[in-house]
């Protein structure tokens, strides 16, 4: 989930806009895990079908 969504339960707002200590602390912390965190699993398996769908296309090309 990314923290755009987020809500705070420490002040009730948004954590994107990090009105507090608790929300810029959670801020952060979703910003150092990387890019793919906020994917969800059934997302992930999706890229990778897709992924696995384009190399064995390519494959095929190759032959």
């Known amino acids: 989930m990314t923290y755009d969504r ?3 339960a420490n002040c009730a707002a948004p954590v994107s806009e990090g009105r507090c200590r608790v929300c810029r602390a959670s801020r ?3 910003q ?3 890019p793919f965190a906020g994917l969800s699993p059934a997302m992930l398996i ?3 079908v897709i992924l696995v769908a384009a190399l064995a296309l390519l ?3 190759a032959v």
Do not use: K, P, S, W
Request: some cysteine; overall charge negative; proline content about 0%.
């Open 6 to 8: 987020l809500v705070c």
């Open 28 to 30: 952060e912390r979703m």
């Open 32 to 34: 150092e895990q990387g």
């Open 46 to 48: 999706a890229l990778m």
């Open 59 to 61: 494959a095929h090309q």
